[in-house]
């Protein structure tokens, strides 16, 4: 049966009016909710009958964004044979023992082999070491410039932007607005930073998911009928060391973590 690849080539069929007869708010979050199989493509009453009849029968990753994760990985993981980790340490701000190379990930030590093998002491999703072997074949030897920039800004992400916002920074401001103990997480478990309040947000908090790729958290308290808001920031040299769909996996990936745990203190 045939796939759709990713969110976007959804969206492309839609008319983008933000309607709301899919009783979703956007476009975009039909989109997303297609991908994800929870609704079909008949459900948006504007779609053109021989649209949704062309890609009848199409379906979606059960789990697109690990899939697609380990497609790319798996092409990154034969690249990996041809270089240097030994003299490719320096550059990614990493450890080389072993025959392996060290690298820090939320503060957490994660080893590279040279065949793109991941060994480290804690759960590994594809998310996470996707980007790392990605980090390890494509970083250049730009350093952090400390300049921060949304995702938007960066130059890959004027197309992804919308799609970012939809599966990361919304839902994690939700994660946010409904489990206190967020940030002091972030805190304690991965490593953050509490920095000065940037951009007058009310919490200002630095991760490092990749050592040359660190992530700015920025959250404003809801006040005087305004709701709450939640921005992520990137270092302006973010697509020197990362390829923009691993950013956007590494946001998204951090995004489903978080949410699991606020999940797991309800339980």
Known sequence: MAQFNNLMEIFKLLDKSNCKKCNLPT??????????????????????????????????????????????GANLKRKISAIDLASAAQRLCAQFEDNKLTIKCLGKKIGVDGQGNITTDIHVHSWLTTPVIDYVVNSSETPVSGQWVPFRELEGGKTWYRLFGQMCEKPLKKVADNYTGLFADMLELFNG????????????????????????????HPEDGLESDLTLFFDSTAEDNLSIESIYTLGVGLTIMFEKITLRHRQ
């Not at 979050?29 to 009453?45: E, H």
């Not at 949704?52 to 379906?59: D, L, V, W």
């Not at 940037?198 to 990749?210: E, N, W």
Request: hydrophobic fraction near 35%; charge should be negative; glycine fraction near 2%.
């Open 27 to 72: 476009c975009m979050a039909f989109a997303a909710a297609v991908f994800k199989g929870q609704k079909q493509l008949s459900d948006c009453p504007l779609l053109d009958s021989e649209i949704i009849k062309s890609h009848e029968g199409q379906s979606t990753h059960k789990n697109p964004l690990e899939q697609q994760a380990d497609e790319f």
């Open 193 to 220: 930073k509490q920095v000065e309040n940037h951009y007058d947000s009310d919490i200002s908090l630095v991760l490092h998911p990749l050592p040359k790729v660190p992530l700015l958290i920025c959250y404003w």
